[in-house]
């Protein structure tokens, strides 16, 4: 058992500091080592092929950004699953019903929170919608 602070934390230390060498002694041999060809295909913003249209500063949709959040909240729901499962027949000895029936208001509500955002559209963030009075 260590007797003190340094030798508690000597070995993060050093972890922490051949992590940090490791990393600049590659970079260091990648830059020493690699090609240094510049021509006018490796200088375009885009080496894909695709020509840049526009400037980087265009607006996104808030439905995207919508529909990005509520993928993480279904994801994060459905995660909550896992756990159930595993312990699902140590819930469910001797005849209680009670871990299902839990489960199932969980599923019930997630599946009616899902329904509503589908029904209110949220999830068709490509379509263009028309209000009236708005051009």
């Keep these: 058992m260590p007797k003190s602070y340094t030798e508690l934390y000597f070995p993060i230390l050093l972890q922490a500091l051949i992590a940090m060498g490791l990393a600049a002694g590659l970079l260091t041999v990648s830059y020493l080592l690699g090609k240094k060809v510049r021509n006018r295909v490796k ?8 020509v840049p249209t526009g400037d980087a500063r265009h607006r996104f949709s808030v439905k995207f950004y919508l529909v990005g959040m509520l993928f993480i909240l279904f994801d994060i729901e ?4 896992y756990p159930w499962v595993v312990v699902y027949r140590d ?5 209680n019903m ?11 509500l997630v599946l009616s929170g899902f329904f509503y ?6 999830l068709d ?3 263009t919608t028309h209000r009236p009075g708005r051009k």
Excluded: C, Q, T
């Design 125 to 127: 963030w490509a379509e």
């Design 78 to 81: 459905a995660i909550f699953l």
């Design 43 to 50: 200088d375009m913003p885009y080496e894909s092929g695709i």
């Design 98 to 108: 009670f871990g299902f029936m839990e489960m199932l208001v969980f599923v019930v």
């Design 91 to 95: 819930l469910s000895r001797n005849g």
């Design 117 to 122: 955002i589908w029904k209110k559209g949220a």
